[in-house]
């Protein structure tokens, strides 16, 4: 149980396109879920948090005209990268969660963004 | 603020060794305690986790107790494979209704046959 399917695995794109990364909790309904940036042998760095139905809430420093997040449903968050550079250029992970604060997050399998 | 701290890597084994990668956390309050691991190429997976003081989180032969008195969390496993080679994450969630993670920054385990 508790899948997290993340779409597409790996894209690479010239630089100026806008490019779609999809987040989908395939056997449970998730109240909330996460976008995170992970670099190189680094920890992942929290982007957003965004709750079904409402405005995603951003860490600091992330631009969000830059990295749109649309969360319309219970099963289903997007994350946009608009107008990317080669500097976008990452390994993006979502993650999502449900139930009680005690619940753990579940996260998809990634996304290699290679921007030329 | 809350915080973790991990032991750095990268940690090289050989088969069948002993595994113990050392956690700490800062926070207020009983936080949610978690390991992850992220093997090459992939996203998370969660490993274990414990909600409270003196659980202990089990998942393919590692162990972490939640140990209030050191706010430590330490994962163990009694032999390592080389199936086990990947980065381990350990995080904290602290108690209320805030799901945000706070991560450890990641130790790399290699293990050789």
């Known amino acids: 149980g508790a899948v997290v399917s993340q779409h597409p695995s790996w894209v690479i794109c010239k630089s100026g396109t806008s490019v779609k990364i999809e987040c989908r909790s395939l056997d449970f309904q998730a109240t909330t879920m996460f976008w995170y940036r992970q670099f190189p042998k680094q920890s992942l760095m929290l982007m957003a948090t965004s709750n079904e139905g409402s405005k995603a809430t951003y860490e600091q420093g992330v631009e969000k005209d830059k990295f749109l997040i649309n969360h319309a449903s219970l099963t289903l968050s997007t994350l946009t990268v608009t107008s990317a550079h080669p500097e976008d250029s990452s390994f993006y992970i979502c993650?999502?969660?449900?139930?009680?604060?005690?619940?753990?997050?579940?996260f998809g399998d990634g996304t290699r963004l290679s921007i030329l | 603020g809350n915080s973790v701290t991990q032991m750095e890597g990268p940690v090289t084994l050989s088969e069948e060794a002993f595994l113990t990668i050392n956690c700490t956390y800062t926070?207020?309050?009983?936080?949610?305690l978690f390991w992850y691991v992220q093997y090459p190429g992939e996203g998370l997976q969660l490993l274990l986790k414990?909600?409270?003081a003196d659980d202990k989180g089990s998942n393919k032969g590692f162990e972490a107790t939640y140990r209030k008195e050191t706010t430590s969390f330490h994962l163990e496993k009694g032999s390592v494979q080389v199936s086990d080679s990947a980065v381990y994450f350990c995080?904290?969630?602290?108690?209320?209704?805030?799901?945000?993670?706070?991560w450890g920054l990641g130790t790399s385990l290699a293990v050789n046959p």
């Open positions: 995080a904290l969630k602290s108690a209320g209704n805030n799901r945000k993670l706070i």
């Open positions: 993650s999502a969660a449900t139930g009680g604060a005690g619940q753990p997050q579940h």
């Open positions: 414990a909600t409270k």
């Open positions: 926070a207020t309050g009983y936080p949610s």
